[in-house]
């Protein structure tokens, strides 16, 4: 058996690959159905395709037997954890935290302040060269509430604090303290969504976190209050969100949808107050270099057994989720 690596980018872009693996490039080709670049059994260490429906980047789980690291290149690892029954016992999933906060904290600015000061509104007053000025809701003085304060979330409050919000509130899913303030656990949800102006959505999707954005929290939140998700669609209950929004009680900017990607025909696309983007929270200019970076780093510490980063859960361990 060889000791293989398999990689979503060609190994000779990536600086400082280790040697003491065999690098073989696999990104599932153009319509997933690439085929493999060598036997799965001889994979040691899989980093999942990036962009790539979940049939793609679980197709060689089942067949990677000795496998001992599985890395994504994604921040969110729902997509493997589902499959976890694929795979042998020992297995480090580890997630990419530290390569997509800058790009998806920046997407979570961009989509609460064009949402805010009616941006698709302009652009469509545009195309038909009607100039259309309004008064608009600013950022300032607004109060905003963080629901997933992890890295993502930590850096989506680096990027508020030059706009002068009124109040940054903080949710994970245990409390704690930090260098801004306290973070509140996800039970006093209830007391914090009704003062909040816009709620940003930046949790994993989890057991605890799947449909958690349901009737009753849109209920609890202000009127014309504003919901920014940059998580998962799953995080959210779709049809309660699109009765709210044909209501117009509140409005609603969307990174993420569920379904995912969404159908042409599917209403949330013409519901009233929706800005949607195609989950675009992560691939910009500043995905590869960080990528590369991680994956240097972390394979170097494989090779020279020394302790992963991010290592989300262990297979067969009681942390799995």
Request: negative net charge; hydrophobic residues 45%.
């Amino acid at each position: 058996m060889t000791a293989d690596l398999w990689l979503p980018i060609p190994p000779d872009e990536i600086e400082g690959l280790p040697d003491g693996l065999n690098p073989l490039f696999w990104d599932g080709g153009p319509t997933g159905e690439q085929e493999f670049p060598g036997d799965p059994a001889d994979c040691v260490f899989y980093v999942v395709p990036y962009m790539k429906r979940q049939p793609v980047k679980v197709r060689p789980l089942a067949e990677m037997r000795n496998v001992r690291v599985v890395q994504t290149i994604t921040a969110g690892v729902d997509d493997v954890t589902a499959h976890l029954a694929d795979l042998p016992p020992g297995v480090r999933l580890c997630n990419a935290r530290g390569v997509h906060e800058a790009s998806t904290a920046e997407l979570a600015l961009t989509l609460t302040l064009a949402s805010l000061r009616g941006i698709p509104k302009f652009v469509r007053a545009q195309q038909q060269g009607h100039w259309q000025s309004e008064f608009r809701p600013a950022l300032a003085d607004r109060n905003v509430l963080i629901v997933g304060y992890g890295a993502i979330g930590s850096a989506i409050e680096d990027r508020l604090a030059p706009f002068e919000v009124a109040r940054v509130a903080r949710v994970a899913r245990s409390a704690r303290t930090t260098a801004r303030g306290p973070v509140h656990p996800l039970t006093e949800l209830p007391a914090l969504l009704p003062e909040a102006d816009v709620v940003i959505l930046s949790t994993p999707l989890t057991g605890t976190t799947r449909g958690m954005v349901d009737a009753g929290f849109l209920a609890r939140m202000k009127d014309g209050a504003l919901l920014v998700n940059v998580a998962r669609g799953g995080v959210v209950d779709t049809q309660a969100l699109l009765a709210e929004l044909e209501s117009g009680r509140l409005t609603a900017a969307l990174d993420v949808t569920d379904p995912e990607p969404l159908p042409r025909e599917h209403p949330l696309w013409q519901a009233p107050g929706v800005l949607i983007s195609p989950h675009v929270g992560g691939p910009t200019s500043a995905f590869l270099p960080r990528a590369k970076r991680l994956l240097a780093d972390q394979l170097g510490r494989f090779v020279n057994r020394e302790p992963l980063r991010n290592v989300i859960l262990t297979t067969g361990a009681t942390n799995e989720a």
